[in-house]
């Protein structure tokens, strides 16, 4: 199996920073696209950025300019690197990730537990 771990959410005031660390683990061949998605109370689970293996990112357009996303193969690490917090970022925090197992098996999404941010103003 994979196992994503989350680690580095918390409390902060507005303007402020967080950086979120999220391990893959387990039986892993290849890991693909790895990416951070946020739920707010009563909304949906979002985007928030992207990156694939070789580097290439996307983000929401809420977060450009203030968050980073990037990665550690050789750790089957991502990071998001978020800065000048506001309260609407406030969200429980989610990685995901496409990962195939094995050489020949077409990768699959995992999710991570999630890791809270609380944002105050």
């Known amino acids: 199996?994979?196992?994503?771990v989350e680690s580095g959410g918390g409390l902060v005031?507005?303007?402020g920073s967080l950086?979120?660390?999220?391990?893959?683990?387990g039986t892993i061949f290849r890991i693909n696209a790895m990416g951070w998605y946020?739920?707010?109370?009563?909304?949906?689970r979002e985007l928030v950025a992207r990156i694939t293996s070789g580097g290439n990112t996307d983000?929401?357009?809420?977060?450009?300019?203030?968050?980073?996303?990037?990665?550690?193969?050789?750790?089957?690490?991502?990071?998001?690197?978020m800065n000048s917090l506001k309260p609407e970022d406030t969200a429980?925090?989610?990685c995901n990730a496409d990962v195939s197992r094995y050489i020949l098996e077409r990768p699959s999404t995992?999710?991570?537990?999630?890791?809270?941010?609380?944002?105050?103003?």
């Open 1 to 4: 199996q994979v196992q994503l």
């Open 110 to 121: 995992y999710w991570g537990q999630g890791t809270q941010v609380t944002v105050s103003s």
């Open 92 to 94: 429980v925090y989610y």
């Open 38 to 44: 946020r739920q707010a109370p009563g909304k949906q």
């Open 59 to 81: 983000y929401a357009d809420s977060v450009k300019g203030r968050f980073t996303i990037s990665r550690d193969n050789a750790k089957n690490t991502v990071y998001l690197q």
């Open 13 to 15: 005031q507005a303007g």
């Open 19 to 25: 950086r979120l660390s999220c391990a893959a683990s």
